[in-house]
């Protein structure tokens, strides 16, 4: 794993360059920049990734983002929260 600044750098960069993993894309119809939720693109990925498993688990309210979350694993989470972060 990639420690240094730029290592991040670089690593985002490829994510951001790859195809968007299957769900990712669905995201910005809610997501995106003229919509209330918060936009996603460009957070870390930790942070959605800890939001998408508490939609799971039930520990965090929602209204359609539990059922959302559930359609997902934690690893396609971490795949989805991962390219998310890297677009701009």
């Known amino acids: 794993m990639l420690r240094t600044a730029f290592g991040t750098t670089v690593l985002l960069s490829m994510v951001a360059m790859a195809p968007p993993p299957p769900g990712a894309l669905g995201c910005s119809g809610c997501h995106g920049p003229a919509a ?10 930790t942070k959605i990734v800890a939001e998408l ?6 520990t965090r309210p929602a209204t359609v983002m539990d059922r959302i979350a559930k359609g997902f694993s934690h690893d396609e989470s971490v795949a989805i929260a ?3 972060a890297a677009q701009q």
């Open 82 to 84: 991962s390219w998310l």
């Open 36 to 45: 209330p939720p918060p936009v996603l693109t460009g957070l870390d990925p």
């Open 53 to 58: 498993d508490a939609f799971r688990a039930g």
